[in-house]
């Protein structure tokens, strides 16, 4: 590797998210239909003495710089498996972080898929391999698009593109320690999920998808962790007149709907007590 290389690393909702029970490597079942969006970071690769990552940009602030980094992690295990040397890393953050958009899990597969086009072994299976064991939604994004994701994210199936859709992103300016993993403590305690939202929308996907049929199991507890969430919901609700739903594990919200709808949206909800985002979905067909 004797150039940088730079890419970009795109942003995820999840339109349907279900979890359907714990597993025995003692993560949870998950059944759950991810779309890309235009929203994205950039990510540049440089050759290096040693392994280092760097951060900015506007959503910069609470990325770790070490090896907690999950594009550092994915760099390092890769080399470990093709004997990749060292690099440097550095991250143009726009998605915001720990909101639930992906954003950790992108820098990674991005990182892979960059690496892929300078070193020699590092396959397509080899990158694959690594997404999996780096985390949950990493194998989604080496594909992108449209997927539905199952076992713990791992098992991806390309879906038919949905066609391109208005998107609001709503970010509070807090989050929590430990969010998903929270998270899931807490749905443990109530019903699981049947998977059956999520069969339907691969068995039959929508020409034409709106916030009302969004579907996320967090959603449940969302409030139990999050109390200051649910004024934020309600007063953005109530300034757009339309539902909103959760990102992810949280804590961000959106609003899908309508291509030419967003800037609507978007300008309804300024004076929210949070960051607006417009941006579309990606079709890859």
């Not at 959106?254 to 709808?261: L, P, V």
Request: overall charge negative; charged content about 20%.
């Amino acid at each position: 590797m004797a150039e940088p290389v730079s890419g970009l690393a795109p942003a995820k909702v999840n339109l349907a998210l279900e979890v359907c029970g714990r597993r025995p490597d003692r993560y949870h079942e998950i059944d759950t239909i991810l779309q890309e969006l235009e929203l994205a970071d950039r990510v540049t690769v440089t050759p290096s003495t040693s392994w280092a990552v760097t951060v900015s940009g506007p959503h910069a602030v609470g990325v770790p710089v070490d090896e907690t980094n999950l594009a550092l992690k994915a760099a390092m295990l890769l080399a470990a498996r093709v004997g990749g040397s060292p690099v440097s890393i550095h991250l143009e953050k726009q998605i915001p972080a720990a909101g639930g958009l992906g954003g950790g899990a992108s820098n990674a597969a991005t990182v892979l898929k960059l690496l892929g086009t300078q070193w020699p072994g590092a396959t397509r299976g080899q990158q694959l391999a690594v997404a999996e064991a780096v985390g949950s939604d990493e194998a989604f994004f080496m594909t992108g698009g449209t997927g539905r994701a199952q076992g713990r994210g791992e098992r991806v199936t390309p879906l038919p593109a949905l066609p391109s859709h208005d998107v609001v992103l709503f970010v509070p300016p807090q989050t929590i320690e430990r969010k998903t993993a929270r998270m899931f403590e807490a749905l443990g305690r109530l019903p699981f999920d049947d998977g059956r939202v999520a069969a339907a929308f691969a068995e039959n996907p929508p020409v034409r998808f709106e916030s009302a049929m969004v579907f996320n199991a967090f959603e449940r507890v969302a409030f139990d962790l999050f109390p200051w969430l649910a004024d934020l919901w309600e007063g953005i609700e109530r300034r757009i007149s339309a539902p909103v739903h959760l990102c992810g594990a949280g804590p961000c919200l959106f609003w899908i709907g309508q291509q030419g709808e967003g800037s609507r949206i978007a300008a309804l909800a300024q004076g929210a007590a949070c960051e607006v985002i417009p941006t579309r979905t990606v079709n890859r067909e």
